[in-house]
């Protein structure tokens, strides 16, 4: 049953809207403004009913009061008003009275208007209640577009633009980790499926549980996560985080019947050092990921303008080698029939070593990257980046000499370092490597095999390496 307040100060009124009111409604009826403020704060009714008196109930200060309340701001007011005072009514309409009941009132009017103003109401409701639920709906529709279906982590695209619009904002820095489950194809090819969505399942809510609530947790698709922490200052608190990252996953998640724990990779790159949109930071993120797998798994990395560089890894790899017997194992050693095949880190330090060599010996040395692309401009599939690297591999070792050094830069870069050659000799080289790619490509046809060219310049003689 419905809840009616009235207030009127006549007795004889007060009877007349009872017995009008009170066979359908449940009926409250109080005399002063006082009396009204009380039963408000303990209660709300559906309607309420006030008596128009201009020299004892200033109607227009009544009801802004009431309005000004969050709670009172959708109560149904009914006026009472004798018809005399247009413009009093216009106001009353214009800050939010449903309707008005006007004298002589009879009790066929009162129930009408009542009758009324309540269905009115229901029907406002009704259809506030079909806003909300579709308001809702859609809410839901838009944020599972939004988000990987499996893991319910932001996807891609929606996580591609929040970091985007984070780093407009020149002031904010930010760590963009890309993080992976080592061999997970063997964990599916072993335990199904269903063990594997589970662990992928397990392995997201554990990196939500790691992360604050404003940072950004992404699943790029199959065993490849992305966390974007926000506003991260130093390196050591990244490593701090990755490292508390790998160790939980590695402990929380185990295999079925106890058969083994999941491995962890990462590589990171920092912004704005190493990137101020998602794209470069992803790309030097892969990179540094890149390294890792390489070299061990089971660790992380950080990015630099110059590759991944040898901060920070829970496995320590260590990489320094004393430059002489660096340069005498290029010359000496080699790798098949061509380049010194190294890790890009070892690489990166052959590269300063040989920039150093350059201020000395005046020798004209050449990088060629060589970057695998789909005729389409599209990225390869790993499938089609396995088997196109291995070409890349082969055409490089049987083209270049020993003493040459090469090694892979992201999962579809080579880079190689070409000593005592001109820039014709190195656009020979990478030409003669094309080729050889073309002849080896029967695997992979779409994917193509583009070349870059750099001189490498003389580096300040100095005792650091």
């Not at 109560?75 to 309409?93: F, N, T, W, Y």
């Not at 904010?172 to 061999?183: F, N, V």
């Not at 005729?375 to 270049?400: H, K, Q, Y």
Request: charged share 30%; net charge negative; with cysteine.
């Amino acid at each position: 049953m419905k809840d009616i307040l009235v207030v009127v100060k006549d007795t004889e009124n007060q009877k007349l809207f009872k017995e009008a009111l009170e066979e359908e409604y449940k009926v409250q009826i109080c005399t002063d403004r006082e009396q009204m403020r009380k039963i408000l704060e303990h209660k709300i009714p559906d309607v309420l009913i006030l008596e128009y008196d201009k020299v004892h109930f200033p109607i227009l200060e009544i009801i802004g009061n009431i309005k000004s309340k969050d709670e009172l701001r959708r109560l149904p007011i009914v006026v009472i008003s004798d018809g005399a005072d247009e413009e009093i009514e216009r106001k009353c309409m214009e800050i939010g009275v449903n309707d008005f009941i006007f004298r002589p009132c009879s009790k066929v009017g009162i129930l009408s208007r009542t009758r009324r103003v309540l269905e009115v109401e229901r029907l406002k409701s009704q259809i506030r209640q079909e806003i909300n639920l579709k308001n809702a709906e859609e809410a839901e529709i838009w944020d599972l577009a939004r988000r990987d279906p499996l893991t319910k982590l932001w996807n891609r695209v929606h996580t591609e633009k929040s970091i985007n619009e984070f780093l407009k904002e020149r002031r904010h820095s930010g760590a963009l980790l890309m993080i992976d489950l080592d061999e997970f194809k063997e964990i599916n090819d072993t335990y199904g499926h269903i063990v594997g969505d589970e662990i992928l399942k397990e392995f997201s809510n554990t990196l939500i549980a790691l992360t604050r609530e404003n940072d950004i947790v992404c699943r790029l698709g199959g065993d490849e996560f992305i966390v974007f922490l926000k506003n991260v200052a130093y390196q050591s608190v990244v490593s701090e985080k990755i490292e508390q990252m790998i160790v939980t996953l590695e402990k929380r998640i185990i295999l079925p019947e106890g058969k083994g724990q999941i491995r962890v990779s990462a590589g990171v790159a920092l912004a704005p050092m190493d990137g101020r949109n998602f794209n470069e930071l992803y790309q030097n993120a892969d990179r540094a990921l890149y390294y890792v797998k390489q070299n061990g798994k089971g660790s992380y990395h950080f990015y630099s303008e110059e590759g991944a560089h040898d901060t920070g890894s829970i496995k320590k790899k260590s990489t320094q080698v004393d430059l002489e017997h660096l340069r005498s194992f290029i010359q000496e050693m080699g790798y098949r029939k061509g380049a010194y095949q190294v890790e890009y880190d070892g690489f990166k330090k052959i590269y300063r070593f040989v920039a150093r060599c350059i201020g000395r010996t005046g020798q004209d040395v050449q990088t060629l990257l060589f970057t695998l692309i789909k005729a389409d401009g599209n990225s390869p599939t790993v499938t089609e980046l396995v088997f196109a690297m291995d070409n890349l591999r082969d055409a490089v070792n049987e083209s270049i000499r020993r003493g040459d050094v090469a090694t892979n830069y992201s999962s579809s870069q080579f880079v190689v370092i070409l000593m005592d050659s001109t820039i014709e000799d190195g656009l020979m080289v990478a030409n003669r490597i094309v080729e050889k790619y073309n002849e080896l490509h029967h695997y992979q046809p779409d994917v193509e095999l583009h070349f870059d060219i750099q001189t490498v310049n003389a580096a300040p003689i100095s005792d650091d390496f």
